[in-house]
């Protein structure tokens, strides 16, 4: 997708899902489309409908602050896709200035703009673990721990994290699967994740946060393809354009075969040097019933795996 669409292509899909009573409108008679209309966003943002139109289209590539931070509330976004807009905002403004037809003050105010960085990752930063972060995650033996990057890929597992897997997904997890395939395409996954509907939608969002305006990526371009292509529940909610930042700590609830249901306390840790790597962690509350299946499961888990290396 051309990078001057995006955008528009958010603004669409958000409109899309704020519905009349949302914004405090009266929803009388038959609407052709879901969400709201363009010309009713653009009262509520305070801009002409053909404005509105136009920067939907891509035709307005050079919004101001203003009407930015209008946009933002009319469809009540959150900090981390209120972030998210004002980064398409600046990457469109950054596109019309290389390619000639603007200026170099809209560039120097869109870099002035709260915004996600696009094109910052190289291929060996989110696929490389570090050796001393390999070695730490070897030493937990009673703490599942795996590392991924933006698209959710799998770049280091240890065996307890193996054990933890296998028994809820029933298959071997190793460096290089998906963690969204995983979810989306494996249908034991909803019964290993207790809320999967839940999780699935905040997982989307939080790929949507994680890889921001750089979905002119291949290996971004080619997981959502394939994603959307085999699974509509995938392609509906990618469609919806949520946008939303992983936060840590919290609590996930699994089922196991082996042990029953778990609840454990899911963190997460942004690896310093390695843009866009994240370590997660499994741990249960001391003295819990999930503590105790939680050790039962590492117990199973044996020597370290070739799967903890990247």
């Given amino acids: 997708m051309a990078r001057q669409t995006l955008l528009g292509e958010f603004l669409r899909a958000r409109r899309a899902v704020t519905t009349p009573a949302q914004v405090g409108l009266l929803d009388v008679g038959v609407r052709r489309t879901p969400g709201l209309r363009r010309d009713e966003v653009a009262t509520l943002a ?20 203003q009407v930015l931070g209008a946009l933002a509330g009319v469809f009540a976004l959150g900090p981390d896709a209120t972030a998210h807009l004002y980064a398409l905002a600046r990457a469109d403004a950054r596109t019309d200035t290389q390619a000639g037809t603007g200026t170099g003050t809209a560039d120097s105010q869109a870099d002035q703009w709260p915004h996600i960085p696009a094109g910052t990752l190289t291929a060996d930063a989110m696929t490389q673990v570090s050796l001393p972060l390999l070695r730490l995650m070897r030493g937990w033996s009673d703490t599942p721990a795996l590392v991924i990057n933006r698209c959710r890929d799998l770049l280091a597992i240890n065996p307890r994290a193996q054990a933890f897997y296998r028994q809820g997904l ?97 963190d997460m840790f942004a690896v310093v040097g390695a843009p866009g790597q994240q370590l997660i962690t499994f741990q249960a509350a001391p003295g819990s019933p999930s503590a105790d299946a939680l050790a039962e499961l590492c117990r199973g888990s044996g020597e370290p795996d070739p799967a903890l290396h990247s």
Avoid at 46 to 65: A, H, I, K, N, W
Avoid at 193 to 210: F, I, N, Q, S
Wanted: charged share 30%; net charge negative.
């Fill in 170 to 266: 029933h298959t071997d997890l190793k460096v290089g699967d998906n963690l969204l395939r995983a979810l989306f395409l494996n249908p034991a996954a909803r019964e290993f994740y207790c809320d999967w509907a839940p999780t699935a939608r905040k997982k989307v969002a939080h790929v949507r946060a994680g890889v921001g305006s750089d979905l002119n990526d291949p290996h971004v371009s080619e997981l959502v393809d394939e994603l959307c292509d085999q699974s509509g529940e995938f392609r509906r909610l990618w469609a919806r354009y949520d946008v939303e930042a992983e936060s840590s700590p919290r609590i996930r609830s699994f089922r196991h075969d082996l042990v029953g249901e778990l609840a454990l306390n899911c």
């Fill in 46 to 65: 305070s801009v002409s409908t053909d404005y509105y139109t136009r920067l939907e289209q891509g035709r307005e590539r050079r919004p101001s602050d």
